[in-house]
């Protein structure tokens, strides 16, 4: 299962309380594990600007307390200022981060990160930051998506704006598949990041999301609760586990959703699979692996009217 918190070794933290100048924006292509971490910190019991670029860009970020007991807060905002979407806002108490911090987020507009102390001990923030440019990037839309749904086993939504996601335990779940095609890429290059970016429809919080390597192909006009193409039953219905997913999910985590706020995802694992060949690119599964109420997760989809609301795959390659 790929991690979604950025870990790094302290002999690689660049301790500075300098921001890092759009200039000074590390370009793609890079190993991340091999690049400096930039720092900033603040004590101010108020909420602080610590960092800001306007290109678009990857981010990946770690943040924690000096003293295990303090409490403080993190925004990190999809743009230079706090006016763009916020993409996450994590809450530490008694030192400790309540919910997943992502790594290797995408931005078109850049990032701003703020943050909240406690007047007394220091907040620290590494992040890095990679540029986004030429060839060295693709931003690829699905070339299907679509979900399917428990309560109307035989219904396809492949036309739908919207796809779905939850998990009731009362016979109305809803799972959603995606597929992209990695050809535009070209051959002999390498994956370094890719990073699956959603814009929710809806507000709730998820407890484990699950994102899967899909086993088995798929159509998107076609695939039912019942069937993964017309005529062609799913393992078991709704997809099985280790016959039609992976089991292993390639990203794991809960996390709180807000409407019209962009999520980021790391899946460059399988990303990479499929574009080494090593598993056949049919895409993945996200669902809610645990029971988790009533309400519905509901995402744009590839047909959603307005461009900017579709979900996006950003891929950094080298070579």
Known sequence: ???????????????????????????PGADLSALSI????TKANAKTLLYSVN???????????????????????????????LVMNCL???GECKVPIPTMLYSPNGWSIYCQGDATNYMRIGFQVSRVGGASSQILYPGQDTYINEALPTTNYGSAATIQLRDT????????LMKFDLSVIGTGKTINMASLSLKSNSTRLVTDW??????TDWTDSQATWQVRKTG????????????????????????????????????????????????PNYGILLWFGTVDGLNVVTPYSVQAAAQADRPILSVSVSG
């Open 55 to 85: 290109t678009p860009s990857y981010l990946a970020l770690t943040a924690f307390y000096e003293v295990a007991g303090s409490n403080g807060q993190l925004w990190v905002y999809a743009g230079r200022d706090d006016g763009y979407p």
């Open 210 to 215: 699950r994102i899967n390597a899909m086993l």
């Open 1 to 27: 299962m790929a991690t979604n918190k950025f870990e790094y070794s302290p002999s690689t933290v660049e301790s500075t309380t300098e921001a890092i100048l759009e200039a000074q924006s590390l370009l």
């Open 232 to 279: 062609i039953n799913w393992g078991a219905d709704g997809c099985q586990s280790g016959v039609d997913f992976r089991t292993i999910p390639e990203w794991q985590g809960n996390i709180s959703i807000a409407q019209n706020v962009r999520y980021s995802f790391d899946i460059t694992n399988v990303v990479r699979e499929w574009y080494e060949g090593s598993i």
């Open 38 to 41: 930039n720092t900033r910190e």
């Open 92 to 94: 530490f108490s008694g």
């Open 169 to 176: 335990g009362a016979g109305s779940d809803c799972r959603s």
